[in-house]
């Protein structure tokens, strides 16, 4: 098996994230021809990023605005870069998390 390359431990989740392009980016060229926004069941989550279930590629580098719904707690906002993407998955890194965000890991990974 491969060395983990991880910070810090992922947990399962099962909440839909609004993937939207930010506009005057690569990432606006790329939404309108992956008819963004989409909303995404995310995989798994942890202080660094997240894995998304996508049947579209991703272009590595490209900035993304994230929406989230946290439970209890209202709409959180992250800023994350696509790190790798394959069949029916993408990989993202936080650049900038919301508010809210670091409590649904928090909360998830203690339920885990």
Same mark, same amino acid.
């Given at each position: 098996?491969?060395?983990? !390359?991880?910070? @810090?431990?992922r947990v399962g989740i099962d909440?839909?994230?609004?993937? *939207?392009?930010?506009?005057?980016?690569?990432?606006? #060229?790329?939404?309108?021809?992956? %008819?963004?926004? &989409? *909303?995404?069941?995310?995989?798994?989550?942890?202080?660094?990023?997240?894995?998304?279930?996508?049947?579209?590629?991703?272009?590595?580098?490209?900035? *993304? !605005?994230?929406? *989230?719904?946290?439970? &209890?707690?209202?709409?959180?906002?992250?800023?994350?870069?696509?790190?790798?993407?394959?069949? %029916?998955?993408?990989?993202?890194?936080?650049?900038?998390?919301?508010? &809210?965000?670091?409590?649904?890991?928090?909360?998830? @990974?203690? #339920?885990?």
């Amino acid at each position: 098996m491969g060395e983990e !390359k991880r910070q @810090s431990p992922r947990v399962g989740i099962d909440e839909v994230v609004g993937v *939207f392009a930010l506009p005057d980016s690569r990432s606006a #060229q790329l939404a309108k021809n992956l %008819n963004l926004p &989409h *909303f995404l069941k995310a995989k798994n989550i942890s202080q660094e990023g997240l894995c998304l279930e996508t049947p579209n590629f991703f272009i590595p580098d490209q900035v *993304f !605005k994230l929406e *989230f719904q946290v439970p &209890h707690e209202g709409r959180s906002r992250a800023y994350a870069s696509v790190v790798w993407s394959e069949k %029916n998955a993408c990989g993202l890194r936080f650049i900038k998390q919301g508010e &809210h965000l670091n409590n649904l890991i928090q909360r998830e @990974s203690t #339920q885990a």
